[in-house]
């Protein structure tokens, strides 16, 4: 039974005489509401206040075909007042995003109330002004993310998960600035607090919970984040409900950004339960397994592959370039479970910490695309652009690249480094020139053969790789001859992919490639940013090579002072 104190935390009721809410209180009606249950709809007529207590609340509206998401609202909220105001038909739809207990407020009480006392109408006015001001502000400026609920989730029993959670909540606090609690649902030792000796830490589940005992068991790790335990013997023996584990992650998204669940490794009810309360899963798989992804529905899903160290290259290679995959060494698992040592927070430099970054961005959605653009000499521009992007730590997760980016591209997305490319291009002049008068063939489709170019590009990017082999993923940009559309190409051979981007024109023979021959695709997408968007990059960066020369900016005069 709710009591006066618990209502009083809601905004609806602040300032209102107690006497006043003891009278409503035996008048409101507590109902439950599971995930994705709708609790009304837009144009039904309104005959309540909903006063939420736990859970997660969104609220839309439909425009003409589709909907859209006007906002969520969490404990302490309430909404409907509207349709009790104007006695019109609801204006938006609410459905639960997280199991949500709620009070319905008749219309007939609310009346009622406001004439006896008229504060709860200050309490509306005050609440409908600052959504207003919210939602207008928010016009104008990017508006903050809603709080994630991600779970990370292993079909076989792996010590590569909670290595992962709690590396993923270093890397996310690290890069996003944002605060990060980690939900350890662990069901048998040792648990997260023993992995990191962090000692014996309160848990949540052994008393009801609220907001103000949960605030009482979290932890802060020296790396930045959040730690919040659930009772293991509890856990074990099933007695953590639904309800309990939909009103912590209730709590905790009111006070963190990232909620990351480590969910047990057991299955359980208490694991679906949280799989299924949760916005994304991350679930991990090994490299040459298909991952069960037809077991969840609602959630966004990202698979994350893992293969020891000594896999064989083959194995690694059945994943796509753009997989996300844990390369996972002995060494590191034993300094994290025997020494308590996370490596993206001592060393972000390795191998699995840069696995572990890249997954960060995803669920964050920081991936960074790169699009090079650039023709002969002036592409050559991109070395140093790479340069200060691996100056400042700024990674890059994607590539959309034509003519001479094409070729930065792929030798940087094959995991060459920016010396290692700068070298090739300092030591050309020993192999010009490129061209010779053997090489005149204006009856080819161009004016010369490319032979010696790609036999040179061949030393470096050898026949036998494909897109497949890349460290990156790569777009190469090209143009079909009969139809001058643009085809991006990012399967197949690699020095075929180049030798299609590099094709200008009239200089270079087009390049059969299945039905239709390919030329040099800058001529129609010279800064190919509309491809890293099709690639699903969240930041984008574009080199222009072709801009002019001369400064873009009118110089002072030589007597200015």
Not at 362 to 377: P, S, V, Y
Request: proline share 6%.
């Amino acid at each position: 039974m709710i009591t006066i104190s618990e209502l009083r935390k809601n905004a609806l009721f602040l300032g209102v005489k107690t006497s006043e809410i003891r009278r409503i209180l035996p008048t409101l009606r507590q109902e439950y509401y599971p995930r994705s249950a709708v609790i009304c709809r837009e144009g039904e007529p309104g005959t309540c206040i909903y006063i939420i207590l736990s859970g997660q609340v969104k609220l839309s509206i439909i425009e003409k075909t589709h909907t859209k998401t006007l906002t969520y609202l969490n404990a302490g909220d309430f909404f409907g007042e509207g349709a009790i105001l104007t006695n019109e038909p609801r204006s938006v739809t609410a459905e639960a995003v997280i199991d949500a207990e709620i009070l319905l407020f008749n219309q007939q009480t609310f009346h009622d109330l406001v004439e006896r006392d008229a504060t709860i109408m200050h309490n509306i006015i005050r609440t409908i002004d600052r959504r207003i001001r919210k939602r207008t502000l928010g016009m104008f400026h990017q508006q903050v993310k809603q709080s994630q609920i991600i779970a990370l989730y292993s079909p076989k029993k792996n010590p590569w998960k909670t290595f992962l959670a709690v590396s993923l909540a270093v890397s996310l606090s690290q890069q996003t600035a944002q605060s990060v609690v980690v939900l350890d649902m662990t069901m048998n030792a040792p648990a997260i607090p023993q992995i990191l000796n962090m000692g014996e830490l309160p848990t949540i589940g052994e008393d009801e919970i609220s907001e103000e005992r949960i605030k009482k068991t979290l932890v802060q790790h020296d790396a930045g984040f959040h730690l919040a335990p659930m009772t293991t013997t509890l856990l074990k023996q099933g007695k953590i409900s639904r309800e309990q584990i939909a009103s912590t992650l209730s709590v905790l998204q009111t006070l963190f950004q990232y909620v990351i669940i480590n969910t047990p490794s057991e299955i359980s009810n208490n694991t679906f339960e949280a799989l299924d309360l949760s916005h994304e899963v991350v679930l991990l798989s090994p490299v040459h397994e298909e991952p069960p992804t037809g077991m969840f529905d609602h959630q966004d899903i990202i698979t994350v592959y893992y293969c020891p160290e000594e896999t064989q290259e083959t194995e690694k290679r059945t994943v796509a370039p753009s997989s996300l995959v844990l390369i996972s060494t002995q060494a590191v698992e034993q300094k994290f479970y025997a020494h308590g040592q996370i490596p993206v927070h001592k060393d972000s430099h390795d191998t699995t910490s840069a696995a572990i970054h890249k997954i960060a961005r995803h669920i964050a959605n920081l991936r960074i695309g790169l699009a090079l653009g650039g023709i002969a000499a002036r592409g050559l521009s991109h070395i140093g652009v790479l340069k200060v992007l691996e100056n400042n730590n700024i990674p890059i997760d994607m590539i959309s690249a034509s003519n001479t980016g094409a070729v930065i591209g792929a030798m940087y997305a094959k995991g060459m480094s920016l010396a290692e490319i700068e070298q090739i291009v300092l030591d050309l002049e020993q192999h010009l020139p490129l061209f010779s008068a053997r090489d005149f063939n204006p009856f080819s489709g161009g004016l010369l053969k490319n032979r010696r170019l790609l036999a040179l590009i061949a030393e470096f990017l050898p026949e036998h790789l494909t897109f497949h082999d890349l460290t990156i993923p790569l777009r190469m940009i090209t143009m079909a001859l009969d139809t001058g559309k643009e085809v991006a190409l990012h399967t197949g051979s690699l020095l075929k992919g180049i030798e299609a981007s590099i094709a200008m024109p009239g200089i270079f023979p087009p390049v059969h490639y299945q039905e239709t021959f390919l030329v040099d695709g800058s001529t129609i997408n010279p800064v190919p940013i509309s491809d890293l968007v099709e690639m699903q990059a969240d930041i984008l960066v574009g080199v222009n090579s072709f801009a002019p020369l001369t400064p873009s900016y009118t110089p002072p005069p030589k007597d200015y002072h």
